[in-house]
């Protein structure tokens, strides 16, 4: 069983960064393809970004690439997105997940674990 926790989300002000992490208290996230989602108040959850297991491959939405980092650290069983230049069409819940396979998805129903949400919003 994999249980996923994520943290670090907060109130910011436009413009300024934050960074999101997503740790295991279960099984190891070595082998999993990780990503995060979020969900904006009224809309539906919408895909971040993704990385492979490795580490070596990564994918992100038009929305927040260039600004949006993912990363993940294997040893520490954590997965980190870093947001920079957030603006207030960023604020959302935002949602880490684990998929059973090495290659990289986007939608959500092909990812099996997800964690409870951290929320993020983004004052003007």
């Known amino acids: 069983q994999v249980q996923l926790v994520e943290s670090g989300g907060g109130l910011v002000q436009a413009g300024d960064s934050l960074r999101l992490s997503c740790a295991s208290s279960?099984?190891?996230?070595?082998?999993?393809?990780m990503g995060w989602f979020r969900q904006a108040p009224g809309k539906e959850r919408e895909f971040v970004a993704a990385i492979s297991w490795s580490g070596g491959g990564t994918y992100y939405s038009n929305s927040v690439k260039g600004r949006f980092t993912i990363s993940r650290d294997n040893a520490k069983n954590t997965v980190y997105l870093q947001m920079n230049s957030l603006n207030p069409e960023d604020t959302a819940v935002y949602y880490c997940?684990?998929?059973?396979?090495?290659?990289?998805?986007?939608?959500?129903?092909?990812?099996?674990?997800w964690g409870q949400g951290a929320q993020v919003t983004v004052s003007t």
């Open positions: 279960g099984r190891t996230l070595s082998r999993f393809t």
């Open positions: 997940a684990a998929r059973s396979s090495f290659v990289i998805r986007t939608t959500e129903s092909e990812y099996d674990y």
